[in-house]
């Protein structure tokens, strides 16, 4: 079955390092994967998409690589602040029929 | 404002009551979008709308029921609530969907989401 994985664990960070946050996914073969940004109690908000014949984006403090052999995605935060904390999502296209399906999020913690 | 926004943003509920969650957004966008998400779970489409009268299942479609006669609204109706449909509801739009390489895509805007409690 077509599956996506991001770590379930809250990733913790000292202020001022990169987070890099993991997307892996199975038995899929999109043609995009776009990350979001989701603070407690609102929406994800959009950050990045990535297409498949594109290896690296990036956006400010962010960088986001894409590893279709690998089957796996990265997103970095360089220079993480404490404003960086929240939990971030995955999603990828599905090419049959344009839906996007979700990863469960990775919590991301900036320490001061 | 503009924007998407959802009503309400707290409900309430009992067992095999009818409920009504709002979705109103004022970009005009062709797409729109209901997901749940519950802990532990990404994410999961319930059904979404390419235009004013066509919509389509998503992944978790049953118990739930939706319209579209209009651009800007897409209300989602729980005929008869369940515990199992506890949860928070995102309402999504989107400019166009992406179709793989050379086609145009639009990211998903949310509103700020619905949390449902059926008891």
């Known amino acids: 079955s077509q599956k996506i994985e991001q770590n379930s664990e809250a990733l913790n960070i000292q202020e001022g390092k990169t987070a890099t946050l993991t997307c892996n996914y199975t038995?899929?073969?999109?043609?995009?994967l776009q990350w979001y940004r989701q603070d407690p109690g609102r929406g994800p908000v959009f950050l990045l998409l990535?297409?498949?014949n594109e290896k690296e984006k990036r956006k400010e403090r962010l960088k986001v690589t894409f590893d279709t052999t690998l089957k796996q995605s990265l997103f970095h935060i360089t220079a993480s602040q404490p404003a960086d904390s929240a939990t971030y999502l995955c999603?990828?296209?599905?090419?049959?029929?344009?839906?996007?399906?979700w990863g469960a999020g990775t919590k991301l913690i900036i320490k001061p | 404002d503009a924007g998407i926004t959802q009503s309400p943003r707290y409900k309430i509920t009992e067992t095999g009551r009818q409920v009504t969650l709002m979705c109103h957004q004022t970009?005009?966008?062709?797409?729109m979008f209901w997901y749940r998400q519950d802990l532990g779970h990404g994410l999961r489409l319930i059904y979404y709308?390419?235009?004013?009268?066509?919509?389509d299942k998503g992944e978790v479609p049953d118990g739930y029921v939706v319209s579209r006669s209009k651009t800007e609204n897409f209300p989602l109706t729980l005929e008869s609530a369940t515990r199992s449909q506890t949860s928070v509801y995102f309402c999504?739009?989107?400019?166009?969907?992406?179709?793989?390489?050379?086609?145009?895509?639009?990211?998903?805007?949310f509103g700020p989401g619905t949390r449902l409690t059926v008891l």
């Open positions: 990535i297409r498949e």
């Open positions: 709308s390419a235009a004013a009268d066509i919509t």
């Open positions: 999603a990828l296209d599905q090419s049959s029929n344009y839906q996007l399906i």
């Open positions: 970009w005009s966008h062709s797409y």
């Open positions: 038995n899929y073969s999109p043609a995009y």
């Open positions: 999504a739009s989107s400019e166009s969907l992406a179709g793989g390489l050379g086609s145009s895509y639009n990211e998903q805007f």
